[in-house]
């Protein structure tokens, strides 16, 4: 079993440890250097432009980040670096510029954001610039048509189920993404407790994260149902509140 111990030991600062987009924006080499200062793992997310390469960005669509019309998909990575992001002169940087920058110093959690009909090629490039990356890493996704190819096209690097819900259709399609050799669960801090997470932690030993926390009763719920937070918003201490 991979040993992912370094998953839980210290938070995750959500898209790097941004403002809440008023000077350091997210997903931001700026984010990121403030998580590294701080010693916070990093989760940021990625998407698959239109030339094929990988980009950190959240959002599918240009308008919120960017201030643009269109999507992700439409434009080159260098396309996209030349955008700058909300009302600062920081831009989106590709997922190997970002693994450059951090280097190993803090783990990384990449989100997979997969846009069907665009996203084809997505895990196979995510785990082909990871394969020889120095760093704690882990990939994750909301996304179970990606999880499906995670294994395949990403060996070696663990995978994550990004989720949330709590009814029983939510919670049993949780449940099938244990065949394809997850690793980890991210979930939803306020859809806690809930069977599936119960099932992960207590008869499998896996280790559960929770999104996204934005202050410390959020955070004391979630220490009290899983093993480490996404935050942001606030900075709680280097190895959490538990």
């Known amino acids: 079993m991979t040993d992912l111990s370094w998953l839980t030991r210290r938070p995750v600062a959500h898209r790097g440890l941004h403002d809440m987009n008023d000077k350091v924006w997210e997903n931001t080499l700026r984010a990121f250097a403030r998580a590294i200062d701080k010693n916070y793992t990093i989760e940021c997310d990625v998407h698959l432009t239109l030339d094929n390469e990988v980009v950190v960005f959240h ?13 992700v998909w439409q434009k080159t990575a260098a396309e996209m670096g030349a955008l700058s992001i909300g009302t600062t002169r920081d831009h989106a940087p590709t997922l190997q510029e970002t693994l450059d920058f951090v280097a190993g110093r803090v783990p990384l959690v990449v989100e997979l954001k997969g846009i069907p009909g665009h996203d084809a090629g997505l895990v196979a490039k995510v785990g082909d610039l ?7 890493v882990a990939i994750m996704s909301f996304d179970h048509w990606l999880i499906r190819n995670f294994s395949r096209h990403a060996p ?15 919670i049993e399609a949780h449940f099938s993404m244990l065949a394809h050799d997850i690793a980890f669960v991210s979930y939803a801090f306020d859809h806690l407790p809930n069977r599936f997470v119960g099932f992960v932690r207590e008869k499998l030993a896996m280790p559960v994260i929770t999104w ?31």
């Open 156 to 170: 070696g690097i663990p995978g994550g189920l990004t989720a949330w819900g709590v009814a029983n259709q939510e």
């Open 212 to 242: 996204t926390v934005r202050d410390e009763a959020a955070a004391g719920h979630s220490f009290a149902h899983a093993d480490q937070i996404t935050f942001e918003g606030f900075e709680p201490p280097e190895t959490g509140m538990a």
């Open 59 to 71: 959002d599918n669509d240009l308008r919120r980040l960017a201030g643009e019309e269109g999507y």
């Open 130 to 136: 990871l394969k020889d990356y120095p760093g704690k």
